[in-house]
């Protein structure tokens, strides 16, 4: 792994366990045994590093909520989405804890952040047509677009929300799971029988997982 790479893994790693703003460029190239100076080399700052971690983010964020192509079992749809929400909460969760402060004082980063976001909620609306069409979802186009701003809106502002309502709130996997079983719940009302029926399969899952963490 290159150093550029090593600096990036390491700050996300450190983001995560203590809190971007906790973290220092210092304590970074600690992390990995360089010398401040050799990371500077690669980032004028840490704010540049939060703008890799975040097209990281955002690359494999489109990439795992873009339309899957050809026959698949409906479940095995479910899965496969609501897997990508837990995988990229707990990867990247120092972003999610911390979204609105650090999209604040970074304009730039502020500005990226809403274009992925857009792109997203389109694929997002495609993905929830597809549920429709397997007879999973029980909706038409407005009640389509207000259940993905919905479920949007709760996957990036669920660990802040957790993180505002103590300062002693540690983010764990089992914080992210809970979110998680909000959603499903947001969803099961839309649903068909048979998308209640899933639904169900993946709310016990999502539980058995949880508790045996």
Known sequence: MK?????????????????????????????IGIS???????????????????ALYSRELIERF????GQQESLVLLKHY??????LMWKYRFFYANLPEI????????DEYIQVQNRLQVNLVNILKAFVEL????????????????????????????SSMSPKT???EQVIQQGMLHMINIVKPLATQKG????????????????SI
């Not at 873009?66 to 192509?69: D, H, N, R």
């Open 66 to 69: 873009t339309p899957l192509q």
């Open 103 to 110: 999209l604040q004082r970074d304009p730039v980063l502020h």
């Open 3 to 31: 150093t550029r790479e090593k600096i990036v893994h390491a700050a996300l790693e450190l983001f995560n366990s203590s809190g971007e703003r906790n973290v220092t460029t210092n304590h970074i190239a600690a992390h």
């Open 82 to 87: 609501l897997d990508s929400i837990f995988t």
């Open 196 to 211: 209640r029926e899933q639904l169900s399969l993946l709310e016990d899952g999502v539980k058995m997982m949880s508790a």
């Open 170 to 172: 540690q983010i764990t």
């Open 135 to 162: 007879n999973l979802l029980d909706v038409d186009d407005a009640e389509l677009n207000s259940l993905v701003t919905t479920l949007h809106m709760m996957a990036a502002s669920w660990l802040s929300y957790q």
């Open 36 to 54: 401040p100076g050799n990371l500077y080399y690669h980032f004028r700052n840490k704010q540049e590093i939060v703008r890799e971690i975040f």
